[in-house]
T-cell receptor, first 113, second 112 residues
Framework: NAGVTQTPKFQVLKTGQSMTLQCAQD?????MSWYRQDPGMGLRLIHY???????DQGEVPNGYNVSRSTTEDFPLRLLSAAPSQTSVYFC????????????FGSGTRLTVV | SQELEQSPQSLIVQEGKNLTINCTSS?????LYWYKQKYGEGLIFLMM?????EEKSHEKITAKLDEKKQQSSLHITASQPSHAGIYLC????????????FGQGTTLQVKP
């Protein structure tokens, strides 16, 4: 089915390790975003992109990098994992037109020990 | 920066009762989105409001955006256990259509 695909679904990292969370969408959406969700804090925006080659910081960008070389993919890189980055990460995409919201992936649950 | 405040943070209601969740901003809202999330799952888009005074309904859920576009409410009529979950409001900051920020969420439990 069409949608937003996130991999992996679960990941355990040691402090200091790096990794990339993958996000791919097949709906030709120009807008893509990464969020983290922590208990009682809703969704907080990490980085977002309005098209290939264009990215911008959200509310909590520190410790994360992104790039957008294609319309379909928007990977999120953790440079040096810290326990504070233990969270559930969601990727989302949206077309700039139309009266509907972002389509969300099913999430990646990351634990940093 | 724009902040969205949701109230209440959590809610327990008896099945069949009506309930309202509020989402308030300190600034004008441009594109107000309501989502529902079941525990451990992704977010499901419910509806989007853009114009002051706009109201939309889907099944037993009605969302409104006030005239000043600074407050939205989500009303559920005759709640059912299937309505349980986390409800989140999101909004686009002015002039930036690619950026969507969220409130902290409202957890709803419906007792049979």
């Amino acid at each position: 089915n069409a949608g937003v695909t996130q991999t992996p679904k679960f990941q355990v990292l040691k402090t200091g390790q790096s990794m990339t969370l993958q996000c791919a969408q097949d709906m030709n959406h120009e807008y893509m975003s990464w969020y983290r969700q922590d208990p009682g804090m809703g969704l907080r925006l990490i980085h977002y992109s309005v098209g290939a080659g264009i990215t911008d910081q959200g509310e909590v960008p520190n410790g994360y990098n992104v790039s957008r070389s294609t319309t379909e993919d928007f990977p999120l890189r953790l440079l040096s994992a810290a326990p504070s980055q233990t969270s559930v990460y969601f990727c989302a995409s949206r077309s700039p037109t139309g009266n509907y919201g972002y389509t969300f992936g099913s999430g990646t649950r990351l634990t940093v020990v | 920066s724009q902040e969205l405040e949701q109230s209440p943070q959590s809610l327990i209601v008896q099945e069949g009762k009506n309930l309202t969740i509020n989402c308030t901003s300190s600034k004008t809202l441009y594109g107000l989105y309501w989502y529902k999330q079941k525990y451990g799952e992704g977010l499901i888009f419910l509806m989007m409001l853009q114009k002051g005074g706009e109201e939309k309904s889907h099944e037993k859920i009605t969302a409104k955006l006030d005239e000043k576009k600074q407050q939205s409410s989500l009303h559920i009529t005759a709640s059912q256990p299937s309505h349980a979950g986390i409800y989140l409001c999101g909004a686009r900051p002015s002039g930036n259509t690619g950026k969507l920020i969220f409130g902290q969420g409202t957890t709803l439990q419906v007792k049979p």
